[in-house]
């Protein structure tokens, strides 16, 4: 081995510690996915990359999860790959990267190999835990940087390092998303709610940023249980719920409160911002007519929004405390005809 190899390698094990550390300081899921994907990107110098994954612990397929960079995803093209699948079996038998003209040669050419190969990916790489594969990395085009595009031996297996670093911290990750997730809106539980939020806080303060929080509840939902059966009020729970998380954005917050009440937060937002998101959420709800058992119901929402700015404030509020502002403006909205948004700041 050459100075320069042994240089190399010590170089790369120090990037594999530094990749570790990373990765294991990030449990949000979908910004976990981005910084893996950011990662085998930069390592292996290609322009694109995604990663298929279980979107539930009972999942029976691979789905391309909706955080993906420089890859050719059509829209419409539904983009599973079934356990049942070939390709499957052929990834979990060793811990080994394949490129694409690799796989095409032993998989069979039917639907699910032509949506793969509709990404145009140049690697293939399985994301094992304990043998089990628990998500495929596909890698784009590659850069040429004067040394060709292909893979050498060595890359390979320096991809399949960082993989099972990535499939570590999916499936920690994975663990810590569906414990904190309510089962019945998949919103965010109240306590993960206020460690984002503590969090969210803090970081405001030191950027000089804001952020906002929102909080609804359903108008006279008791009378929905009590006309037409609970199951009927988790019907419009989960619908609710629907709307309000197709209503923000991947790196917002929404949890479920308590009974029929939520909360969302809003980072880089205003006040003004805050309103806008709630207003948007308001007027869908209202605008929906929910159906449930041949019975046709309209379902109002009351919203309350507060906002902190690292700016102006004099100190940082505690998540509590911020949120009862939030709370005690939702319930002004109640007080004042519901179905409504009413905004209150924070003090001091």
């Known amino acids: 081995m050459t100075s320069e190899q042994y240089e190399k390698q010590i170089f790369d094990l120090q990037q594999l510690l530094e990749i570790s550390r990373s990765l294991c300081s990030t449990l949000q899921f979908s910004t976990l996915i981005g910084a893996i994907l950011d990662i085998c990107m930069g390592q292996m110098h290609t322009l694109g990359s995604c990663i298929f994954i279980m979107d539930s612990f009972d999942a029976d397929s691979f789905k391309l999860s909706e955080n993906y960079n420089g890859m050719n995803v059509i829209p419409g093209v539904n983009y599973t790959i079934p356990f049942s699948h070939p390709i499957v079996e052929k990834l979990n038998e060793s811990e080994v990267a394949y490129t694409f003209d690799d796989i095409v040669k032993v998989i069979p050419n039917d639907e699910c190999m032509q949506m793969i190969a509709s990404l145009k990916p140049t690697l293939i790489v399985p994301l094992q835990i304990k043998k089990n594969l628990n998500g495929i990395l596909m890698l784009g085009e590659r850069l040429d940087l004067g040394e060709g595009i ?68 359903i108008d006279h939902f008791k009378s929905v249980n009590d006309t037409y059966g609970h199951a009927c009020g988790d019907y419009v729970l989960q619908e609710v719920s629907k709307i309000i998380r197709e209503s923000i954005r991947g790196e917002d917050v929404a ?58 404030n004099e100190s940082v509020p505690m998540p509590k405390q911020f949120v009862d502002f939030a709370d005690k403006a939702m319930y002004n909205s109640k007080k004042t005809g519901r179905n409504k948004v009413s905004y209150m700041k924070v003090t001091k």
């Open 150 to 217: 292909s893979y050498s031996d060595y890359e390979k297996n320096q991809i399949i390092s960082i993989a099972s670093l990535a499939a570590i911290a999916i499936n920690n990750s994975a663990l810590v998303e569906r414990s904190s997730t309510d089962l019945m809106t998949h919103l965010k539980q109240r306590y993960y709610f206020f460690n984002m939020l503590a969090d969210a806080l803090s970081a405001a303060n030191e950027q000089k940023s804001s952020i906002a929080v929102v909080m609804f509840d």
């Open 255 to 312: 949890g479920r409160y308590g009974g029929e009440e939520f909360t969302v937060l809003l980072r880089d937002t205003d006040i003004k911002g805050g309103l806008l998101v709630a207003e948007r959420v308001r007027m869908k709800i209202e605008r929906r007519e929910f159906n449930y058992d041949n019975n046709k119901l309209k379902i109002t929402i009351s919203a309350g929004v507060t906002a902190y700015d690292g700016m102006v």
